[in-house]
């Protein structure tokens, strides 16, 4: 797909030096820039590199004066950054703007769906689905019964939504994700056996929610997992049975929320972090990567470490542990006088 500079320009309202004929169909970084690539200078420290860039588009500040000779063209911004990440937006709702049913797939009865929406191949739609208006559902994805997906929803392919799961709009679904699996709910006998208790609730997402690739969110065992609004979930996470987590969190790669806790709004966590059941997090709060919290947590709390505590305090400690080798051999010295 190729543009014109001056399509955009048109697109950023920018204002174009030099040819706005020029093509470009491909992204590019400045410095390594080729003919037909669009790029961008943002940072002053790359202000060199526009002036032996290939690239054929270059978005610039307005405040931008080349002090050599340059062969790009540039398209004058107000804010090249976020001008380029409005593209990028831009460029990536172009490229995902399917839609249509491919065959072979499979639509059950009682299901109904809005406009524009797209079905890639090879993937199952149980009963009674509803689905709003410009979903696209990528190929190999399965949506079970009673599901509900809100309007503008993205599924890239691979994803799996277990029966009544409810989904809100604007939701994007990375590939490999379960949505609505059994918590992991185990009753253990006198025989030294478990027996499985049966987990009939749903999980609930609410909307603008993104969750990233590989990642699993259990249903309840009873009422509903809930993801709230707003919420981004990267790769590799485990969200387990009747979890909450509050609006606008983030959270990173590999982190473990074990049933029942709930977490407030805003917080920040980092990856690798284990987290047990049954407690509470409140609003604000940031968890350093790979923390281990065993105990709720009050609103606006940063902390580290396993088991986690205060971060100032962690940091302080942690230059005593790192010198604790010469320490012991101070005070075996000590004893020796």
Do not use: W
């Amino acid at each position: 797909m190729k543009f014109t500079a001056a399509q955009i320009a048109g697109i950023l309202q920018g204002e174009v030096v030099g040819n706005p004929e020029a093509e470009v169909y491909k992204l590019a970084k400045i410095e390594e820039g080729t003919e037909g690539s669009l790029t961008f200078l943002a940072n002053p420290k790359y202000i060199n590199h526009i002036y032996s860039t290939q690239a054929t588009v270059t978005i610039v500040n307005n405040t931008f004066e080349p002090e050599q000779e340059i062969s790009t063209t540039l398209i004058k911004v107000e804010d090249a950054y976020k001008a380029f990440s409005q593209l990028l937006e831009y460029y990536n709702q172009v490229k995902l703007m399917k839609s249509g049913i491919e065959q072979p797939s499979v639509i059950s009865e009682g299901v109904t769906y809005g406009s524009d929406l797209y079905l890639g191949s090879f993937c199952y739609i149980g009963k009674n689905v509803v689905i709003g208006n410009n979903v696209k559902i990528y190929p190999n994805s399965f949506i079970g019964d009673n599901v509900t997906i809100g309007d503008n929803c993205v599924f890239f392919a691979g994803v799996r939504i277990y029966s009544e799961t409810v989904i809100g709009n604007n939701c994007t679904i990375h590939s490999g994700t379960i949505i609505g699996s059994d918590g992991f709910g185990f009753a253990p006998q006198e025989d030294g056996t478990y027996k499985k208790v049966p987990q009939i609730g749903n999980v609930i997402i609410e909307d603008d929610v993104e969750i990233g690739a590989c990642s699993t969110i259990d249903r309840a065992t009873l009422g509903s997992t809930i993801i709230r609004k707003g919420v981004k979930l990267d790769n590799h996470i485990q969200v387990a049975h009747n979890v909450e987590i509050g609006e606008n969190t983030v959270i990173a790669s590999q982190t473990g929320i074990a049933g029942s806790t709930k977490i407030g709004k805003n917080c920040m966590i980092g990856g690798q972090v284990g987290i047990v059941g049954h407690i509470t997090i409140g609003n604000n709060v940031k968890i350093q990567a790979q923390s281990g919290i065993g105990k709720s947590l009050g609103d606006g709390e940063v902390v580290q470490g396993s088991p986690a505590f205060n971060y100032g305090d962690f940091a302080k400690s942690f230059v005593h542990f790192r010198n604790l080798p010469k320490i012991v051999a101070d005070i075996e010295n000590l004893k020796k006088q």
